[in-house]
């Protein structure tokens, strides 16, 4: 057998066998995809958000306790915020001022694109298509909070929907069993973010003097797995793209 034949068999063997590393870590990947659902954490402290770096924070920097009015989810109906999206970003949690009134309850969450229009005398927006993968995506609450606290809804699965840029989208909170909730979303007395409005079955809390609850979203971090599968799926073209 010739060197240059030699030598172009060993560069077509370490390209395979790095094909096979990346097939696996592929795999890997996928083995390990969380089921769709929701992850409460009830009741944390008031006095400062838990997270960091949100992609969209309708409290504007200030402390959920500030947020000193609580807005019931009506029975049978929603309480909801607005929010517009500027750069396309995957769901990951949403913490949200909130109290409660009773030990127990439970909450169906819905998440859809919203048009929002003035009526003349409210802000309104239509009944859309929930994006949530799981129908019916509810929590219960099990604890009185005694005043405003921190609920955090960490999405899994197939439920870290992408929200799209320069789209408006509403999250509902709703009562499911016709009076059965004592949960409230927080608010000032007055506005604190410019690109959303707090509603109670799709119709503006105060009007057209809008108010907002309380509540920061966040994005999916890519997991140092994912990191290092772009960064071979790089190296591997960069590999394809030599001669032998």
Request: charged fraction near 15%; hydrophobic fraction near 45%.
């Amino acid at each position: 057998m010739s060197f240059l034949r030699r030598f172009q068999e060993m560069k077509i063997d370490r390209f395979h066998r790095f094909a096979g590393v990346l097939a696996l870590v592929i795999g890997a990947g996928a083995a390990h995809e969380a089921p769709a659902g929701v992850i409460v954490t009830e009741n944390q402290s008031g006095l400062a958000w838990p997270g960091v770096d949100p992609a969209i924070d309708t409290a504007s920097g200030q402390a959920p306790s500030v947020f000193n009015h609580g807005v019931n989810i009506p029975a049978a109906g929603s309480a909801s915020q607005t929010f517009l999206v500027e750069e396309t970003f995957t769901l990951d949690r949403i913490d949200v001022a909130y109290s409660t009134s009773a030990t127990s309850g439970t909450v169906e969450l819905r998440l859809q694109e919203a048009v929002v229009s003035n009526n003349g005398s409210n802000f309104v927006y239509a009944e859309g298509t929930n994006l949530f993968a799981t129908a019916d995506l509810s929590f219960t609450y099990s604890i009185d909070t005694d005043g405003v606290k921190v609920l955090t809804l960490d999405f899994t699965g197939a439920d870290e929907i992408v929200l799209e840029a320069n789209k408006t989208y509403a999250i509902e909170f709703v009562d499911p069993d016709a009076g059965s909730v004592g949960f409230a979303l927080r608010r000032r007395g007055s506005s604190t973010y410019g690109a959303g409005v707090l509603f109670t079955g799709r119709s503006s809390v105060n009007g057209l003097a809008t108010r907002d609850a309380g509540l920061q979203v966040f994005a999916v971090i890519p997991e140092p797995a994912s990191l290092a599968l772009m960064s071979c799926g790089g190296m591997l073209m960069l590999a394809r793209r030599r001669p032998v």
